[in-house]
């Protein structure tokens, strides 16, 4: 499973949508989507954008988590 991370890093940070937006030139639609974990996929320059804004690593705005289901017993 992938774990989006980036509305617990923005709200840790005070940071809002449309201010994040604004400053990182990204479209609101794609920072809100991102924020709400409504996004289906995502580019690199915005992960690029999200991380140098946000001070942070790809792996602490998205990271990947086995599924329990998944892991044998």
């Given at each position: ?26 479209a609101i639609n794609t920072v809100s989507g991102l ?36 892991q044998p017993e």
């Amino acid at each position: 499973m992938i774990k989006n991370n980036v509305k617990d890093i923005m709200d840790r940070q005070n940071k809002g949508i449309r201010g994040t937006a604004r400053e990182t030139g990204l479209a609101i639609n794609t920072v809100s989507g991102l924020y709400h974990n409504t996004s289906k996929r995502v580019d690199f320059e915005t992960l690029e954008k999200l991380c140098k804004h946000l001070k942070v690593s790809t792996g602490e705005l998205i990271e990947y988590i086995e599924d329990k289901e998944a892991q044998p017993e």
